[in-house]
């Protein structure tokens, strides 16, 4: 009887922590939509069901599961200690994500690809767009939420370790993206974003699966270092280092795994040229696949 008693009290403790931290996620996730429409001044309704606007559509999913990835950080259960410990820490880490993910967008609009108008191309329904802008917020969460984890208590200086890191994926992410635009411009004699322009789906694929994996690569790098806010910038510096050797890595090892994978096909033909959306999916998917391997194996 009394092991029964201690697990309905555990049990009750456990679901008030679960309340608490759904009640926030769906605020947050519910905000998402409210001013993605605010800040584009979209009435998201009418893009939505009226329009049936896939390409924002696409664009909102993107933001949506970004949300939730950064959200799935700050959960902490009874480990807070208390359910205003909870709350206050998953608002004010839910709040802080919300910002780096709308502050990360922007950064890869002005950086990675500021050859073109995202916002207008999205409501111009190019899809091609509408993924690359899903990818991007999506792999800034996931590296929001390795540093949510990585951090420790809640503080400014907690936030500010918070911030700093956020900067080292977004330098990372721009590198990706410099490289990724290098390699096709080389191949194909047109610019990567003149192919997204050109609504180039499956490349666009391609390179979520770029972005996304790099994020991963980068949120492994987290895993060997141990937080000291006296010694922030040093902790960065490793991180950055360390995500290079894991990106080069994880470079070396997607390029193996698709050569075999798909072996005996022409992947830049396939993609490039003819717009396989097939293929791009199948290199997304191994390349999602070696980074969470990667990250399993760091962790």
Sequence with gaps: MNELMTTLGYSGSLIGYLVIDMVVAILLLTGIRYTMG????????????????????ISLAGG????????SGAITGEL??????????????????????????YIHDKFALPAFDKHELILNRNNAVGIVDAASVIATA????????????????TFIALAAAWIVSQIMLVIITRVFEWKYAKNNGISFQTALINEHVALSIRYSGYLISTAMSVTAASYFLVFDMDALWVGLAQWVI????LMASLTILTTIAKYL???GINRREEVEDQQNIGIAIIEFATSFSIALLLMALMS
Excluded: C, H, P
Excluded at 38 to 55: P, Q, S
Excluded at 64 to 71: F, R
Excluded at 80 to 105: D, H, V
């Design 242 to 245: 360390i995500s290079i050797v």
């Design 142 to 157: 996931i590296v929001v939420r390795a540093a949510i984890i990585w951090v420790d208590g809640i503080s400014v200086k």
């Design 261 to 263: 994978v798909l072996w």
């Design 38 to 57: 605010m800040i584009g001044k979209v009435d998201t309704t009418d893009e939505l069901a009226t329009k049936d606007n896939f390409a924002y559509g």
């Design 80 to 105: 807070a200690g208390s359910y205003q410990i909870e709350f206050i820490g998953m608002l004010a880490y839910g709040l802080a994500g919300l910002i780096l993910i709308k502050a990360g967008r």
């Design 64 to 71: 949506v599961a970004a949300m939730g990835i950064a959200l």
